[in-house]
C-alpha cells in the first residue's frame, strides 16, 4: 500500500542539512508503523515527504503504486485528500467552529459527501472516538485529550487509506497520552486504516506492527513484528474448528450403547409429549405477549414516522422588521395531506454565537396567543420577532451574526394525545445581515448576485 524507496531530503543553506537520507520502507493496507527517534532525527521530514506535503530530494513515495511526487500539484492534493488523513503536533481545530463542523469540514471542502451525509459522518465517528456527547462543544471547552479526539475524528472523515500522525500527543499529559496513543492503535485496527505514527512512548512502537528508530537522517533500525503469521495462524484455527469436511463428520458419528436405546425409546414415549403439551402452552402465552409488545412497538414506529416523515417544518425566510428587528417564518407542512397533525405549542428560539458560545436573543410569537395545539393540515405559517441586541458577535461569514434557531414540537395525530405525542427538535442555522452593515463593505469582502441578502441559510447540522 505504501513504498519508500531511498527517500532521501536535504536543506540547502550555509551548509547543507541532510535532514532524511535513503530511507525505504513498505507497508501493506491495515498494517502500523511507528518511528521513533530523538529530536532533529528526521522523522518530521519523512512524515511530511510521505503525506504529499514537503518534495524530496530522491526517491520515491508509492502509494498504491502510484508515484505521488511524480503527479502535479493538483492531483498530489486530491490524492491527499481522497488517501490520506493527518493528525498534527497540537489539535489545530478551528475554535469558533464546533467539535462536530471541525470533523465535518475537510469532507465539506472536498465535496466528497454532501452536508447531510458528511455530518451523519462526522457524528458517527464522534461516537467511534468516545464523543457522543459532545458535538457541539467548541474546542476552547474541551479539554486537551479531548480535543486530540476531535483531531483524529477529523483526520478520519474523508475514510483515508492510510493516517499519519506526527508525535501526536506531545502536549498532553502521560495519562491522557496512552489513552489518545492507544484509541488510535484501536482505530486503526479497527478500521483497517494503515498508520504510520511518529512517537516517543515506547508501549505504542510496542503495539505497531514495525518500527523504525532514526538518527541523523537514517533508519539505525527496523522491527518487523510478523503481524501476517498472526493473521495466518488465526484463519488455520479458525479453519480447523469450522471447516468440518463429510469424510471427518462420518469419521466422527456418535453411537449410543446398545441396551440404552431401549431405555431411551420409554423415556422419550412419555417425556417427550409432556414437554411438547408444556413448550406448545408456553409458546401461545409467549406469542400473545409478543405480539402485543410488537403490535406497540409498530404503533411507535408509525407514530414516530409520522412526526419525522409527514411534517416538514423548516426556516421559511428572514426579513428586516421594524427598529432593529426581525421577523422570522417557519413553515410546518403536512405531507401526508390526508388526515390532520397536531402540534403542541413549538417553542421556538433564538441564538446568536458570541465567541465560542450562543446567546439567547429574545424572540417573541407574532401568532395569536389563543394557538396552543395547531392544527396542521396543510402548509402553516408561524411567524416570529426577533430582536438581537449583541454587539461582539462571531462572524464566521465577514460582517454576518451566526444565528441558531431551535424548534421544540410535540407531534400527535390526534388533538388529545394520550400515549400517541412525539417529540421533535429541530435546528436551524443561518448566517443574519445586522441592519447597520454595509452592503458596499460586503461586497468588497465576498460575491453576491445582487445586493448581500439579509440571510443565507446552511445546510441543516
Ligand atoms: P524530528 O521530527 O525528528 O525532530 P525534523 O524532521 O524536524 O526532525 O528535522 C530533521 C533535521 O532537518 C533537523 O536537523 C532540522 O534542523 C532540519 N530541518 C528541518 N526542517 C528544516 C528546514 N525547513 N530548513 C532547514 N533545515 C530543516
Ligand atoms: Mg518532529
Not at 531511498?6 to 493496507?29: F, M, N, P, R
Not at 424572540?363 to 396543510?378: C, R, T, Y
Request: charged share 25%; hydrophobic share 40%; proline share 5%.
Amino acid at each position: 500500500m505504501l513504498s519508500v524507496l531511498s527517500l532521501g531530503k536535504s536543506y540547502a543553506g550555509e551548509s547543507t542539512v541532510e535532514a532524511v537520507k535513503d530511507v525505504s520502507l513498505d507497508l501493506e493496507q491495515g498494517q502500523s508503523l511507528a518511528i521513533v527517534g530523538r529530536s532533529g532525527s528526521g522523522k518530521s521530514t519523512l512524515l511530511a515527504m510521505i503525506g504529499g506535503i514537503s518534495r524530496p530530494t530522491s526517491g520515491q513515495v508509492l502509494i498504491d503504486e502510484v508515484d505521488q511526487w511524480k503527479l502535479d500539484d493538483t492531483a498530489r492534493a486530491d490524492l491527499r485528500n481522497k488517501k490520506l488523513g493527518f493528525v498534527f503536533q497540537f489539535a489545530s481545530l478551528l475554535p469558533t467552529l464546533r467539535a462536530v463542523d471541525n470533523v465535518a469540514l475537510p469532507c465539506l471542502i472536498s465535496g466528497t459527501l454532501s452536508a447531510r451525509e458528511a455530518y451523519a459522518r462526522a457524528h458517527a465517528l464522534l461516537d467511534r472516538v468516545g464523543l457522543s456527547h459532545r458535538y457541539d462543544a467548541f474546542p476552547g471547552q474541551l479539554s486537551g485529550g479531548e480535543q486530540r479526539r476531535v483531531a483524529i475524528a477529523r483526520a478520519l472523515v474523508n475514510s483515508p487509506k492510510l493516517l499519519l500522525a506526527d508525535e501526536p500527543t506531545a502536549d498532553l499529559d502521560e495519562a491522557t497520552e496512552a489513552e489518545i496513543l492507544n484509541l488510535l492503535i484501536d482505530i486503526h485496527k479497527a478500521l483497517q486504516v494503515t498508520l504510520v505514527v511518529v512517537t516517543h512512548n515506547p508501549e505504542i512502537a510496542e503495539r505497531a506492527d514495525h518500527v523504525i528508530e532514526m538518527r541523523g537522517g537514517e533508519t539505525v533500525s527496523k522491527t518487523e513484528r510478523s503481524s501476517s503469521e498472526v493473521v495466518s495462524q488465526a484463519i488455520d484455527i479458525v479453519r480447523e474448528i469450522y471447516d468440518v469436511s463429510p469424510e471427518k463428520a462420518a469419521v466422527e458419528k456418535v453411537r449410543l450403547g446398545e441396551g440404552l436405546e431401549r431405555f431411551v425409546g420409554r423415556f422419550v414415549m412419555w417425556v417427550v409429549p409432556v414437554v411438547i403439551i408444556a413448550w406448545c402452552l408456553n409458546w401461545a402465552v409467549a406469542d400473545y405477549e409478543r405480539s402485543e409488545i410488537e403490535a406497540k412497538a409498530q404503533r411507535r414506529m408509525a407514530l414516530e414516522e409520522l412526526a419525522m416523515q409527514g411534517l416538514r417544518a423548516d426556516l421559511k425566510s428572514v426579513e428586516f422588521g421594524p427598529g432593529k428587528t426581525y421577523i422570522v417564518t417557519i413553515y410546518l407542512r403536512n405531507t401526508k395531506g390526508d388526515e390532520p397533525l397536531y402540534v403542541m405549542s413549538p417553542l421556538v428560539r433564538g441564538f446568536v454565537q458570541v465567541g465560542t458560545s450562543w446567546l439567547e436573543v429574545p424572540m417573541k410569537s407574532l401568532e395569536s396567543a389563543s394557538a396552543q395545539v395547531l392544527k396542521v393540515s396543510g402548509t402553516q405559517m408561524l411567524r416570529y420577532e426577533m430582536e438581537p441586541d449583541v454587539p461582539e458577535f462571531t462572524q464566521l461569514l465577514p460582517y454576518y451574526m451566526h444565528v441558531r434557531f431551535t424548534n421544540d414540537m410535540l407531534i400527535s395525530p390526534r388533538s388529545q394525545p394520550k400515549d400517541d405525542l412525539v417529540e421533535r427538535n429541530d435546528s436551524y442555522y443561518v448566517y443574519l445581515k445586522p441592519h447597520d452593515a454595509d452592503d458596499k463593505a460586503i461586497l468588497s469582502k465576498m460575491k453576491f448576485p445582487g445586493k448581500p441578502p439579509v440571510w443565507v441559510p446552511m445546510p441543516p447540522h
